[in-house]
């Protein structure tokens, strides 16, 4: 996958205080930690009056990229592997959510921002995993 951009250093302060300010209003309003694993998960469950706030945030992640591509250019993204591999490496990130007990939304975000150690270690390997997996696809595999 290839996405072609210039980085514009305002664009990521506006997208972090925009999610650090998602994250801070869920929390604060819902007593609910802002992880998209956890969120998407609970969408499968129906338990009654826990839909419509769930519904509403994921919404508002489809919705903020809309809004966005009406004031500035999305970039161009190109997949260059095959769908078999994306399938699979799509399976490994939810055996690895769920191994984990969370995302990088959940723990790379909210746990940090909360000084959680078990969250500064899960960040650690979600990092350190995909950068061994980079390295390995891209110079060892060459794929």
């Known amino acids: 996958m290839n996405a072609s951009w210039d980085f514009i250093p305002w664009?990521?302060?506006?997208?972090?205080?925009v999610i650090g300010g998602a994250v801070t209003?869920?929390?604060?309003?819902n007593g609910r930690i802002a992880g998209i694993s956890g969120i998407m998960g609970g969408l499968?469950?129906?338990?009654?009056?826990?839909?419509?706030?769930?519904?509403?945030?994921?919404?508002?992640?489809?919705?903020?990229?809309?809004?966005?591509?009406?004031?500035?250019?999305?970039?161009?993204i190109q997949i260059r592997t095959h769908?078999?591999?994306?399938?699979?490496?799509?399976?490994?990130?939810?055996?690895?959510?769920?191994?984990?007990?969370?995302?990088?939304?959940?723990?790379g975000i909210c746990g940090l921002s909360r000084l959680s150690p078990r969250s500064l270690v899960a960040t650690a390997i979600f990092m350190m995993t995909g950068f061994i997996t980079v390295y390995v696809v891209r110079h060892v595999l060459m794929i």
């Not at 209003?25 to 309003?29: A, I, K, M, P, V």
Request: with cysteine.
């Open 83 to 107: 769908y078999v591999l994306l399938a699979l490496a799509g399976l490994l990130v939810g055996y690895g959510t769920r191994l984990g007990s969370g995302c990088t939304s959940g723990h």
């Open 11 to 17: 664009h990521a302060a506006a997208g972090g205080l």
């Open 44 to 76: 499968y469950r129906m338990q009654k009056g826990d839909m419509s706030w769930r519904i509403a945030f994921i919404a508002g992640l489809v919705l903020s990229a809309v809004i966005w591509q009406f004031f500035f250019v999305l970039p161009e």
């Open 25 to 29: 209003l869920l929390l604060l309003f």
